[in-house]
């Protein structure tokens, strides 16, 4: 099993930043892609970014050139680094691990954090 642990989520001004960490635990062979994604009130879940082990980078449109995705893979945690923030960002952030091998012959598996909330006001 993983657990994914998010933190560095509240309350910023417009304009502002704020740095998301997610720290993977647990035993498992390989993580091959972090994301992060969010979900505002009466909206879907979105991607906003995503980095695989080998440091290839896809982001959301609405984010591009303000927020950066960074992983650490000595340490399992990826980052999300969000800059000029609007309040068009508010949302609860999810922390989200893809192709995770348990083993090395173990199937695909996907987790999920339990959200951090991000909140752009004034």
């Known amino acids: 099993q993983v657990q994914l642990v998010e933190s560095g989520g509240g309350l910023v001004q417009p304009g502002g930043s704020l740095r998301l960490s997610c720290a993977a635990s647990?035993?498992?062979?390989?993580?091959?892609?972090m994301a992060w994604y969010r979900q505002a009130p009466g909206k879907q879940r979105e991607l906003v970014a995503s980095?695989?082990?080998?440091?290839?980078?896809t982001y959301a449109d609405s984010v591009k050139g303000r927020f950066t995705v960074s992983r650490d893979n000595a340490k399992d945690t990826v980052y999300l680094q969000m800059n000029s923030l609007k309040p068009e960002d508010t949302a609860i952030y999810y922390c989200n691990a893809a192709r995770v091998r348990l083993t090395i012959i173990g199937s695909f598996r996907e987790y999920w954090g339990q959200g951090t909330q991000v909140t752009v006001s004034s």
């Open positions: 647990g035993t498992f062979f390989s993580i091959s892609i």
């Open positions: 980095i695989t082990e080998g440091g290839s980078t």
